[in-house]
C-alpha cells in the first residue's frame, strides 16, 4: 500500500508541475488576463472540462485562489464525468489519499480504470499499482503486468 501512495503523490505532482507551467504561460499559451490590481483573472464557473480541470489544480495548489481540496475534487470529478482522462486520474488520487473526499480505494480503482482506459499513462500505471497491491481491486499479478507494461 506504500509503494501506491508514493506512487499517486508522485504522479500527482509531476501533473500538476506540467498543469502549472502551462498556466504560467509557458508553450504557446496566451497570457493570463489581469485586474487593476495587476493579479491574474480566475474563471471562477469555467464551463469546458479543460477550463474545470485548470481550475480544479488552482484549489489543489492554492495558486491564484485559497488551497481548497474539496472544492478542487468536485471540479476534478465534474471534468471526470464529462470523459477528461487527467481529470479521471486526479480525482482517483484524491480518493486514495483522502484529499476532500473520504479514502475510498474501490472508488480511486475505478476512476483509475476509467482514466487507463482512455490511454493515459498516469491511469495506467496507478491502475497496474492497484492490481499488484490489491488496492480497490483484487491483487492480480497478470492484471498488474499488463497495465504497467503497456
Same mark, same amino acid.
Request: net charge positive; charged share 20%.
Given at each position: 500500500?506504500?509503494?501506491?501512495?508514493? $506512487? =499517486?503523490?508522485?504522479?500527482?505532482?509531476?501533473?500538476?508541475? $506540467?498543469? =502549472?507551467?502551462?498556466?504560467?504561460?509557458?508553450? !504557446?499559451?496566451?497570457?493570463?488576463?489581469?485586474?487593476?490590481?495587476?493579479?491574474?483573472?480566475?474563471?471562477?464557473?469555467?464551463? =469546458?472540462?479543460?477550463?474545470?480541470?485548470?481550475?480544479?489544480?488552482?484549489?489543489?495548489?492554492?495558486?491564484?485562489?485559497?488551497?481548497?481540496?474539496?472544492?478542487? #475534487?468536485?471540479?476534478?470529478?465534474?471534468?471526470?464525468?464529462?470523459?477528461? &482522462?487527467? #481529470?479521471?486520474? $486526479?480525482?482517483?488520487?484524491?480518493?486514495?489519499?483522502?484529499?476532500?473526499?473520504?479514502?475510498?480505494?474501490? =472508488?480511486?480503482?475505478?476512476?483509475?480504470?476509467?482514466?487507463?482506459?482512455? !490511454?493515459?499513462?498516469?491511469?495506467?500505471?496507478?491502475?497496474?499499482?492497484?492490481?499488484?497491491?490489491? &488496492?480497490?481491486?483484487?491483487?492480480? #499479478?497478470?492484471? &498488474?503486468?499488463?497495465?504497467?507494461?503497456?
Amino acid at each position: 500500500m506504500k509503494t501506491l501512495k508514493v $506512487a =499517486t503523490a508522485s504522479l500527482l505532482f509531476s501533473s500538476i508541475i $506540467a498543469v =502549472t507551467f502551462g498556466l504560467m504561460g509557458c508553450g !504557446d499559451k496566451k497570457p493570463a488576463e489581469k485586474d487593476k490590481a495587476g493579479a491574474a483573472k480566475v474563471d471562477l464557473d469555467p464551463k =469546458t472540462p479543460e477550463g474545470q480541470l485548470e481550475l480544479a489544480y488552482k484549489y489543489y495548489l492554492g495558486t491564484e485562489v485559497p488551497v481548497d481540496h474539496k472544492r478542487a #475534487a468536485e471540479l476534478f470529478k465534474i471534468a471526470a464525468e464529462k470523459s477528461n &482522462s487527467e #481529470a479521471q486520474f $486526479a480525482l482517483g488520487v484524491c480518493y486514495q489519499n483522502g484529499h476532500g473526499v473520504a479514502i475510498n480505494y474501490l =472508488t480511486a480503482a475505478q476512476w483509475y480504470l476509467k482514466s487507463a482506459r482512455q !490511454d493515459n499513462p498516469n491511469g495506467q500505471y496507478l491502475m497496474g499499482l492497484s492490481f499488484k497491491e490489491g &488496492s480497490g481491486v483484487a491483487k492480480s #499479478a497478470v492484471e &498488474s503486468y499488463k497495465w504497467l507494461h503497456l
